[in-house]
């Protein structure tokens, strides 16, 4: 329901104006107006907080050292302190939002501040984890989405700086190996996303949930080439970090499961997670997979990828279906974009003599139309029983 059918109802004469905009108050529905102002308001904040640094950069001699250091603590407390005075009197909510948003910039520009005054020099990833260590805590304390989103964007700047810088802990050599971590990254985070929508906090659920599934299928895409095959040596200490991902990983998602949904949706639940298990196996058999003396050809026609591409592809249509059991358009989506992206990449593989082509063609296609037409029927039955109307409980 959006504000356009509310307003519908209030044109029939079914509720007057006064409850509209009560009705639209209460249950939020005006989020698409908010949203947009949040975007235009955090363009503005980034825009800012370059400007400062480049008003800074252009005067960086002429300003002595500590005026440059107090500036910019200044700033940063101006910004959150605006930011928490606007948020109290609850009239511009989106403002307030902003405000903070600017200090959390702010922060950034600190820390690359008092580096270069003071010519601080050090694993370069540790400047992006000590603004990720401050703004986390912000988004809680604020309960601020917007935050939160920021945080999850600065930790997946952070991990690719560590994935990427030789000699560091976390340095995984080649970018096939690269993208395998980022996969069960997204595993943890889906897994997370899920818990966190019963928690206290249940707003920080979807964008994390969102987050993790957008990274699974871009880091896996490279599973369904032919090329994939990982050589680089890897850091003794990335392994145990993949080690500890995983396990954190399947923790999560036993947590996750939810003990009073009924029975077919706990079916699908535990379906959902037998998927994300076979993604971590998957994931596995990348980090493992090393570079065979073959040239492309060769492993274009035996490889990895004619295991990983009916893998992804399966999963994408069980998280179509489990979107539609939660109603989320979003996860639907996304798996109906990657499902089309997998199936062209595997028929650029099988390109080769007409006669192979075209069984390949004729046998997938009747497999996509015979699960095309079972997951017809599961959502037809969905769809039924979710306009049925609920059963009443008995009273004592």
Not at 14 to 19: C, E, G, M, Y
Not at 36 to 42: A, S
Not at 101 to 116: K, R, V, Y
Not at 244 to 258: F, V
Request: some cysteine; hydrophobic content about 50%; proline content about 5%.
């Amino acid at each position: 329901m959006n504000p356009t059918d509310i307003r519908r109802i209030r044109e029939a004469g079914l509720i007057t104006a006064d409850q509209e905009q009560a009705i639209v108050a209460h249950f939020k529905l005006d989020h698409g107006g908010n949203r947009f102002l949040t975007i235009v308001g955090i363009i503005g904040a980034i825009l800012v907080s370059a400007g400062i640094i480049l008003l800074i950069a252009s005067n960086w001699e002429a300003i002595p050292r500590l005026v440059k250091v107090a500036s910019g603590i200044l700033l940063l407390l101006l910004s959150h302190g605006l930011g928490t005075w606007l948020a109290k009197s609850d009239r511009h909510p989106v403002l307030a939002e902003v405000c903070h948003l600017l200090g959390s910039g702010m922060f950034l520009a600190n820390i690359a501040l008092i580096g270069q005054v003071y010519h601080l020099s050090s694993h370069p990833p540790n400047a992006i984890l000590l603004w990720l260590a401050g703004i986390i805590p912000l988004a809680w304390i604020l309960r601020s989405r917007t935050q939160h989103i920021l945080s999850l964007i600065v930790f997946g700047i952070w991990l690719s700086m560590e994935l990427n810088t030789r000699g560091g802990w976390l340095y995984f050599g080649s970018t096939e190996r690269q993208a395998m971590a980022y996969v069960l990254v997204g595993i943890h985070f889906t897994a997370l996303g899920s818990l966190l929508a019963r928690t206290p906090f249940p707003m920080f659920g979807p964008p994390t949930e969102k987050f993790g599934l957008l990274v699974i299928h871009i880091a896996s895409y490279p599973l369904t080439l032919g090329f994939f095959y990982g050589s680089d040596p890897v850091a003794s200490s990335a392994w145990v970090f993949t080690g500890a991902l995983t396990a954190a990983s399947i923790l999560l998602w036993l947590l996750a499961i939810p003990r009073n949904s009924a029975s077919a949706d706990r079916q699908w639940n535990w379906v959902w997670i037998a998927s994300q298990l076979a993604l971590v196996g998957l994931a596995w058999a990348g980090l493992l997979m090393h570079s065979p003396n073959t040239d492309w050809e060769s492993r274009r026609l035996m490889g990895l990828h004619w295991f990983a591409a009916p893998i992804l592809v399966l999963f994408c249509f069980l998280q179509a279906q489990y979107g539609l059991t939660r109603q989320s358009p979003w996860m639907v989506n996304l798996a109906l974009v990657f499902i089309g992206i997998h199936i062209a990449t595997a028929y650029f593989q099988l390109f080769g003599s007409m006669q192979t082509t075209g069984m390949m063609f004729v046998v997938s296609g009747l497999f996509l139309v015979a699960l095309a037409f079972y997951l017809e029927r599961k959502r037809r039955k969905l769809m039924q029983r979710m306009s049925e109307p609920p059963t009443p409980t008995p009273t004592a």
